[in-house]
């Protein structure tokens, strides 16, 4: 059996659930951690039988795991605290529900791991980026100057070198929709530091991330799997929409995307990488500058393949179905 | 960048052409498919020859090799490339390998018709079937009144948890039925992406907004169309023109170069029942009762016509758009032709023009054969 957490609006999900099904006689349980399911569990020892709705399993049914998506996908098995007239310590009683909550998720999360073939970073976000960054320089690659800092006169010296300098969000980004159906979103994107950024910013501000500008010929969107590389060169560069943050579609005119073939010197260290993030899938941004230089931006872990799976012809959802039944076929 | 600059500074480059612009080499026009925008433009097939030396050769050594008259328009040429950011001047193309062509998807079958004229069929064994074979798309034509709105209600609910992703119908007005009839059974189903009805009183559109408001409103409407013409039969079918042709992707394009795009992978139950690769194609398979779909599919037999692909078929095998046409392989221009060319299309590769395909010689005695063979009498009205 695998075992699929995911959310229930994820496209992918769905794709390689049919390559799967197309491949396999494999029973799948997929569940959303945005949906609300009947769960009953019981964890002794070093086994652990769950049933969701109408899907019963043990431990040693599951042969592989993809955490696609979402932290935990065993909601509502703790109450919420309710005690109006004292508030302090309906917080501090939810605080350590929240914490049996993790210890409870991160044993069944071990266990998972020890028995059966795992796909997916467990904790379904993103690594540290300033971590990231770091490791990648320890393994040799290439990554922008960056400073953190949250002095306005720092990041007007920065203004000042006129070397150009790009500011993001530290953790992941902000992706929000009004309501699935609303049209209505927020995002938050890599801008450009120009001064009419630091308008109206007081002397101290709230800790922020520069990185140096690099003047890029293409970037490259890297996918993943364990030890296979599937890159794709993005030409965005021609567009002033999307020359700072290719996810600013311009849907007039998309952007180029087409295969890439990486050096393996260069798949050699984000192999390296991967492995000292404990990341067995994922996906790596890096650009390439005019005098073919490789940087490293940042991993994502869980990001969207589809389309450039789609584009570039690459057969992503296949690769991770094949992945996932591998073990069925052999009990 | 324009082209004079380029022969000015670039000399030493190669001009690539990104590898989502494919050339596809037709007799008087060639095309290039962006893959990425969808778009499809021609040019005289006088230029091909060029994508060739643009491998080989470095731009300074095409240009130095051109009479001045060819220089002229080699610099057109070239501009066009530039201005569709087709091609990119690079020093080197060779990390850049080309999409791959191989096609596959994880379904023995991609998509069905059902026709049904006086009789019904057995459509719980359809769609159960049908899910075992992963198929994804249905569409259901009713000649007559037999199969009408409850009908369809009834064939949305039964494709609920099955496979099919996309129920299509197209039926024949009720003259009982309300427009809030029709809205409210499309809007009671996601799944049913599409109603035309036809033989009706008059030419209209209904719109459905499943409820929803204001911004969501206008994302989510579907429009069901009502026409005044009737459906009479499946050789009303396989109309070719531009509109026709598929905006090009990666997946359809290698899908086109490999198969059929009409046939492959698709599932017909004509109005009598009877299992084929399409309700107007010669070629049962047996009664949908008395055979399993997934057996008929495994017989080569039946996957036979999926592989004829627009390369094989006289005139479109010169055809620019061979990749971005299903073609039709039931109606032909000349039926006694296994490989004649679709009898609806009015596109002549050789002199580039576009025709309606009813003035061609031969075309009305075509048409009359394939009336005079259909497996059943049409039944009007
Ligand atoms: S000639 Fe053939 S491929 Fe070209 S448009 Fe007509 S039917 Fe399609």
């Known amino acids: 059996m695998i075992l699929i957490f995911s959310n229930s609006g994820d496209p992918s999900t769905l794709d390689v659930m049919r390559w799967i099904d197309h491949l396999s006689d494999a029973k799948v349980v997929r569940i959303n951690a945005d949906e609300e399911y009947s769960v009953e569990l019981t964890i002794s020892d070093d086994d652990f039988s769950v049933r969701v709705d109408e899907d019963a399993f043990g431990l040693e049914d599951v042969t592989s795991v993809w955490l696609r998506k979402g932290g935990f996908w065993f909601k509502g098995l703790f109450p919420s605290v309710a005690a109006p007239e004292h508030p302090a310590l309906a917080r501090h009683l939810q605080h350590k529900l929240d914490l049996e909550n993790r210890t409870l998720r991160d044993h069944f999360h071990d266990l998972l791991r020890r028995r059966s073939a795992v796909l997916g970073s467990a904790n379904g976000s993103a690594p540290n980026k300033l971590v990231v960054l770091g490791r990648a320089r320890e393994v040799g690659l290439r990554t922008p100057p960056y400073s953190v800092s949250n002095l306005r006169s720092h990041a007007q010296s920065l203004v000042a070198s006129g070397c150009g300098y790009v500011t993001k969000a530290m953790s992941d980004g902000l992706y929000l929709f009004d309501t699935t159906e ?12 120009e001064p009419r950024v630091l308008e109206g910013v007081g002397e101290r501000m709230a800790p922020s991330l520069f990185q140096r500008y690099v003047d890029k010929a293409f970037e490259l969107r890297v996918f993943f799997l364990d030890d296979q590389f599937r890159a794709a060169a993005i030409f965005s560069q021609s567009d002033a929409q999307t020359r700072v943050d290719y996810r600013k579609y311009n849907s007039e005119r998309p952007n180029r995307v087409v295969p890439f073939r990486l050096p393996p010197e260069i798949e050699a260290k984000l192999s390296l990488l991967a492995r000292s993030l404990d990341l067995n899938t994922g996906s790596f941004d890096m650009i390439v500058d005019a005098h073919g230089e490789y940087y490293l931006l940042e991993v994502n872990p869980v990001g969207q393949f589809g389309p450039l799976s789609e584009r570039c012809n690459m057969a992503i959802e296949r690769m991770i179905a094949e992945r996932l039944v591998a073990r069925e076929q052999r009990v | 960048m324009d082209s004079t600059q380029l022969l000015r500074d670039r000399r030493d480059e190669y001009v690539f052409l990104f ?56 610099v057109a040429f070239l501009d066009f490339l530039l201005a569709n950011e087709y091609v990119a001047v690079v020093a080197d193309a060779a990390a850049f390998p080309e999409i791959s062509r191989a096609w596959d998807a994880p379904c023995a079958i991609h998509n069905a018709i059902v026709d049904v004229r006086g009789q019904h069929h057995d459509y719980r064994k359809i769609v159960a079937e049908l899910s075992g074979l992963g198929c994804q798309h249905l569409q259901v034509r009713g000649y007559a009144g037999v199969f009408g709105l409850a009908e369809l209600d009834e064939l949305a609910r039964l494709c609920r948890g099955s496979s099919i992703q996309t129920l299509e119908a197209i039926l024949a007005h009720e003259p009982g039925r309300s427009d809030d009839d029709y809205v409210a059974v499309v809007g009671a189903h996601r799944l049913i992406t599409g109603l035309t009805v036809h033989s009706a009183p008059q030419e209209r559109r209904l719109a459905v907004d499943y409820g929803a408001r204001g911004d969501a409103a206008t994302l989510l409407t579907l429009e069901i169309s009502m026409t005044v013409k009737p459906l009479e039969s499946a050789l009303d079918c396989g109309q070719i023109g531009k509109r026709q042709l598929l905006p090009p992707t990666t997946p359809t394009f290698n899908e086109l170069r490999q198969f059929s795009g009409c046939l492959n992978r698709k599932l017909a139950i ?34 036979r016509v999926w592989a004829a692909r627009n390369d094989e078929i006289e005139v479109c095998r010169d055809c620019p758009y061979r990749y971005a046409c299903t073609g039709c392989r039931a109606l032909l221009a000349d039926p006694a032709v296994e490989d004649s060319k679709p009898l609806k299309c009015g596109y002549d590769p050789y002199t580039d023009t576009w025709a309606d395909w009813q003035t061609r010689a031969g075309a009305a005695a075509a048409l009359a054969h394939y009336q005079a063979r259909v497996h059943l009498p049409i039944v009007r009205g």
């Open chain 2, 270 to 303: 004509d109005e009598r029942g009877e299992v084929r690769n399409c309700p107007a194609m010669r070629g049962s398979f047996g009664d949908h009762r008395a055979v399993s779909l997934a057996q008929v599919v495994a017989d080569e037999a039946f996957r």
């Open chain 1, 182 to 193: 609303s049209r209505t979103g927020y995002f938050t994107y890599t801008e450009a530091l």
């Open chain 2, 19 to 74: 590898s989502d612009c494919v050339p596809v080499e037709g007799a008087a026009a060639s095309a290039i498919y962006d893959l990425t925008r969808k778009h499809i433009s021609t040019f005289p097939s006088a230029y091909f020859p060029f994508f060739a030396l643009f491998r080989a050769r470095r731009l300074g050594e095409i240009v130095d090799a051109l009479s001045p008259e060819e220089h002229d328009d080699f």
